[in-house]
Nanobody, 124 residues
Framework: QLQLVESGGGLVQPGGSLRLSCAAS????????TGWFRQAPGTEREAVSC????????IYPDSVKGRFTISRDNAKSTLYLQMNSLKVEDTAVYYC?????????????????WGQGTQVTVSS
């Protein structure tokens, strides 16, 4: 059974850091491109990063570029999102997602499987 489980969310002050993890099981993560999305109340789900299946290419929107870093360890079947210099507007539920193949996508509809999400709250 394919499963994605996020962890690492929590409460952090503005300017702080968090590292999210997404543990994959039931399928070979190396065969899947992956991405991180977030969704705040009343807003649409938005992409915050994606990485190709081999890890060669990463993509970030301007809102997080230079602050967030996506990475993956296919041997450990785990995806990561390092978030630095966090802002109040980064508060959201963060989701990992996967799609079979090499290329990742900026769009939620481009992904096949999703985790249940982890809450990130940035507040003083």
């Amino acid at each position: 059974q394919l499963q994605l489980v996020e962890s690492g969310g929590g409460l952090v002050q503005p300017g702080g850091s968090l590292r999210l993890s997404c543990a994959a099981s039931g399928f070979p993560l190396a065969d899947y491109a992956t991405g991180w999305f977030r969704q705040a109340p009343g807003t649409e789900r938005e992409a915050v990063s994606c990485i190709t299946s081999s890890g060669e290419t990463t993509i970030y929107p301007d809102s997080v570029k230079g602050r967030f870093t996506i990475s993956r360890d296919n041997a450990k079947s785990t995806l990561y999102l390092q978030m630095n210099s966090l802002k109040v507007e980064d508060t959201a539920v963060y989701y990992c997602a996967v799609v079979r193949g090499y290329y990742c996508s900026d769009y939620a509809w481009g992904y096949e499987y999703w985790g249940q999400g982890t809450q990130v709250t940035v507040s003083s």
